[in-house]
């Protein structure tokens, strides 16, 4: 069909009732073209009842004496869409492989249970939607199988995709969908190789993929006879080994019945579907897999399973179509009781935490997020106490200052796992920066005081440590009444690593002591901190830096994850380790290594 301004060019445009997008094909009536005239006439009469997935839809159409004009759904010729992808290395075998299948799935249809005949299969007659769907359309020659008299005569810039027996009539005719299976042969040859110049080019197979040319070869066989039913090409090419037999093949028609899969099934779909997706492509991943996705967790029953793919797919969209489509599903997961999902949320919180407002996290985020703190499994603690890091920079004064500073406080003192009391400590040292001053002041030193003396020897190193990365925020009378002083008892610690750590706190502390006893003018500038506002992380020094680093290499021999999620003890490392490789302590009954999904102190001290 001929389309304005330019012949075969297609249009977007908004429909205006809905404002979604559509295409516009529009033939213009010229006096002397009665067949192309006929051909768009057909085009419009078969469009208008023919309804099946891989067709191109009709949205709308409308005759007039000068010109006729078809609305379908959105799509790009697949000619144009393949050259689109040649910058980015072509498109790839698997998008084809599924490409084909829907062609032929669209002439099965057609032949076996409409008993009619495309008639007009080639590149100019596919189209490709947003999410990388293959639709047939050029519908000008279709005609009921029988009566090929009826069909609008063809141009003959078509002629070349005729098969032999057209122009031969001396050739055994050949079954009735013989014709539309060697135009599919073109039409491979095409995809693979470029617009077809001559017949005689699909004697030479180019970059057609070698698992397909035993099929494409008796497609474009002399023989009608040998071509096969569409739907006997898709059962050959399904074949173990066959070129439609890989797993974005499966994936799309898992996803097409989708619906009426059992809950086990989908299940188990979504937890393998992560894996796959980087090979998949980004088109299909967005506007086919995602829609999946949210209303797998809408109404179905996926849970926490979709949440992996979810934000792996969230890494296509821009911060609106984030904030639009995922957001509202990130912040009613959150309120849900399922600690499965609870627990991934915070896992995979760096994958979306840029794209949470302050106020969606302090209003509707963080109140759902606190009950983590006293939940009783210490794996939801351990993960809660996690998230603090992303969370802090967004949470408001209160919710910052004084609610996490009372479930820190607890934590901290209270909390049966030491790895847990470890990593709030650790934590506590990390977010210091976004305290207020007088938090800051409250809060620190009592903190750190009291997990040097915690009977996990992780924690103790955490209190060094985090007196050691927050350095400039204390005054130099509290450092040298208040913290010299209970950083000079750990140097008597069971742990020679604690000890080490001590003394290289001590010696620090004790250098700018030394500065200001040399020099009392160096005394504003060293305490230029103390009351300042708060500020990012990583403006504190180089001991901030030197703190985790510190904490994470001790505590790594005590605890890591498995791959299965649970925690393992590490192999032992040091005299006062286990066999076992836990510490004393992670070996009494129902305390962290025994119980925890994952590491406590490890994953944590990045």
Same mark, same amino acid.
């Given at each position: 069909?001929?389309?304005?301004?330019?012949?075969?060019? =297609?249009?977007e /445009?908004?429909?205006?009732a809905?404002?979604?997008?559509? %295409?516009v094909?529009?033939?213009?009536?010229?006096?002397?073209?009665?067949?192309?005239?006929?051909?768009?006439?057909?085009?419009?009469?078969?469009?208008k *009842?023919?309804?099946?997935?891989?067709?191109?839809?009709?949205?709308?159409?409308?005759?007039? $004496?000068?010109?006729?004009?078809?609305?379908?759904?959105?799509?790009?010729?697949?000619?144009?869409?393949?050259?689109?992808?040649?910058?980015?290395?072509?498109?790839?075998?698997? =998008?084809?492989?599924?490409?084909? @299948?829907?062609?032929?799935?669209?002439?099965?249809?057609? *032949?076996?249970d409409?008993n009619?005949? @495309?008639?007009?299969?080639?590149?100019?007659?596919?189209?490709? $939607?947003?999410?990388?769907?293959?639709?047939?359309?050029?519908?000008?020659?279709?005609?009921?199988?029988?009566?090929?008299?009826?069909?609008?005569?063809?141009?003959?810039?078509?002629?070349?995709?005729?098969?032999? =027996?057209?122009?031969?009539?001396?050739?055994?005719?050949?079954?009735?969908?013989?014709?539309?299976?060697?135009?599919?042969?073109?039409?491979?040859?095409?995809?693979?190789?470029?617009?077809?110049?001559r017949p !005689?080019?699909?004697?030479?197979?180019?970059?057609?993929?070698?698992?397909?040319?035993? @099929?494409?070869?008796?497609?474009?066989?002399?023989?009608?006879?040998?071509r096969?039913?569409?739907?006997?090409?898709?059962?050959?090419c399904?074949?173990?080994?066959?070129?439609?037999?890989?797993?974005f093949?499966?994936?799309?028609?898992?996803?097409e019945?989708?619906?009426?899969?059992?809950?086990?099934?989908?299940?188990?779909?979504?937890?393998?579907?992560?894996?796959?997706?980087?090979?998949?492509?980004e088109?299909?991943?967005?506007?086919?897999?995602?829609?999946?996705?949210?209303?797998?967790?809408?109404? #179905?029953? &996926? #849970?926490?399973?979709?949440? !992996?793919?979810?934000?792996?797919?969230?890494k296509?969209?821009?911060?609106?179509?984030?904030?639009?489509?995922?957001?509202?599903?990130?912040?009613?997961?959150?309120?849900?009781?399922?600690?499965?999902?609870?627990?991934?949320l915070?896992?995979?919180?760096?994958?979306?935490?840029?794209?949470?407002?302050?106020?969606?996290?302090?209003?509707?985020?963080?109140?759902?997020?606190?009950?983590?703190?006293?939940?009783?499994?210490?794996?939801?603690?351990?993960? !809660?106490?996690? %998230?603090?890091l992303?969370?802090a920079?967004?949470?408001?004064e209160n919710?910052?200052?004084?609610?996490?500073?009372?479930h820190?406080? /607890?934590?901290?003192?209270? +909390? +049966?796992? #030491?790895?847990?009391?470890?990593?709030?400590?650790?934590?506590?040292?990390?977010?210091?920066?976004?305290?207020?001053p007088?938090?800051?002041?409250?809060?620190l030193?009592?903190?750190f005081?009291?997990?040097?003396?915690?009977?996990?020897?992780?924690?103790?190193?955490a209190?060094?440590?985090?007196? &050691?990365?927050?350095?400039?925020?204390?005054?130099?009378?509290?450092?040298?009444?208040?913290?010299?002083?209970?950083?000079?008892?750990?140097?008597?610690d069971?742990?020679?690593s604690?000890?080490?750590?001590?003394?290289?706190?001590?010696?620090?502390?004790?250098?700018?002591?030394?500065?200001?006893?040399? +020099?009392?003018?160096?005394?504003?500038?060293?305490?230029?901190?103390? @009351? &300042?506002?708060?500020?990012?992380?990583?403006?504190?020094?180089?001991?901030?830096?030197?703190a985790? !680093?510190?904490?994470?290499?001790?505590?790594?021999?005590?605890?890591? *994850?498995?791959?299965?999620g649970?925690?393992?003890? &590490?192999?032992?490392?040091?005299p006062?380790?286990p066999?076992?490789?836990?510490?004393?302590?992670? *070996?009494?009954?129902?305390n962290c290594?025994?119980?925890?999904?994952?590491?406590?102190?490890?994953?944590?001290?990045?």
């Open positions: 069909m001929e389309r304005l301004p330019e012949r075969r060019k =297609e249009w /445009r908004r429909r205006k809905s404002g979604d997008p559509v %295409s094909f529009a033939y213009e009536i010229r006096p002397g073209a009665e067949e192309e005239t006929q051909a768009a006439k057909s085009a419009l009469k078969r469009i *009842t023919l309804r099946h997935p891989n067709i191109l839809a009709y949205v709308d159409g409308l005759e007039t $004496d000068k010109c006729l004009y078809i609305v379908t759904e959105p799509v790009t010729s697949l000619g144009v869409y393949i050259k689109s992808r040649a910058d980015t290395g072509g498109i790839s075998e698997l =998008e084809i492989s599924w490409g084909l @299948h829907q062609v032929v799935k669209a002439l099965s249809f057609l *032949t076996n409409c009619l005949i @495309h008639n007009n299969v080639y590149m100019s007659a596919v189209f490709v $939607d947003r999410a990388g769907e293959w639709k047939l359309g050029g519908l000008d020659y279709m005609y009921a199988a029988g009566s090929e008299e009826s069909a609008p005569k063809k141009g003959p810039e078509l002629e070349k995709y005729n098969p032999p =027996e057209k122009s031969d009539r001396s050739k055994t005719s050949g079954e009735k969908w013989s014709a539309d299976m060697w135009c599919l042969g073109c039409l491979i040859w095409e995809v693979c190789n470029g617009s077809l110049p !005689t080019a699909l004697r030479s197979l180019g970059k057609i993929p070698k698992s397909l040319v035993p @099929h494409y070869c008796e497609l474009v066989g002399a023989n009608p006879k040998i096969p039913n569409p739907a006997r090409f898709l059962q050959n399904r074949a173990p080994g066959g070129f439609l037999s890989n797993i093949v499966e994936t799309n028609l898992f996803l019945e989708i619906q009426i899969k059992d809950p086990a099934e989908r299940q188990s779909f979504f937890e393998q579907l992560s894996e796959h997706l980087d090979s998949f492509p088109d299909f991943c967005r506007h086919k897999i995602l829609p999946q996705l949210l209303t797998a967790f809408e109404f #179905g029953s &996926a #849970g926490a399973v979709i949440l !992996t793919p979810l934000f792996k797919i969230g296509f969209l821009n911060a609106d179509e984030y904030q639009q489509k995922i957001i509202p599903i990130i912040v009613k997961m959150f309120s849900s009781t399922d600690r499965a999902m609870r627990i991934r915070l896992q995979q919180m760096e994958n979306f935490i840029q794209y949470l407002n302050e106020p969606t996290v302090n209003s509707q985020i963080f109140p759902h997020v606190v009950h983590g703190f006293t939940d009783t499994n210490p794996a939801i603690r351990e993960q !809660t106490v996690k %998230s603090m992303l969370l920079p967004k949470l408001n919710n910052l200052n004084v609610e996490l500073m009372k820190f406080a /607890r934590l901290q003192a209270r +909390d +049966d796992q #030491g790895p847990i009391r470890c990593n709030t400590t650790v934590c506590l040292g990390k977010i210091a920066s976004y305290l207020n007088t938090t800051r002041q409250r809060v030193i009592s903190a005081s009291r997990a040097t003396k915690d009977p996990f020897s992780p924690s103790r190193a209190g060094v440590l985090g007196f &050691a990365a927050t350095h400039n925020f204390y005054s130099m009378n509290d450092c040298a009444g208040k913290i010299l002083p209970v950083l000079c008892v750990v140097t008597m069971p742990e020679k604690v000890r080490d750590q001590a003394f290289k706190a001590i010696r620090s502390f004790l250098e700018k002591l030394e500065a200001i006893s040399e +020099d009392p003018a160096q005394l504003a500038e060293l305490e230029k901190d103390v @009351h &300042a506002a708060s500020t990012s992380p990583g403006i504190v020094g180089g001991w901030a830096g030197w985790v !680093t510190g904490v994470s290499s001790l505590t790594s021999k005590f605890i890591r *994850t498995s791959p299965s649970g925690s393992e003890p &590490a192999p032992a490392a040091g006062s380790v066999a076992t490789g836990a510490p004393a302590e992670a *070996t009494k009954p129902g290594s025994a119980i925890l999904p994952s590491s406590c102190v490890p994953s944590f001290v990045l």
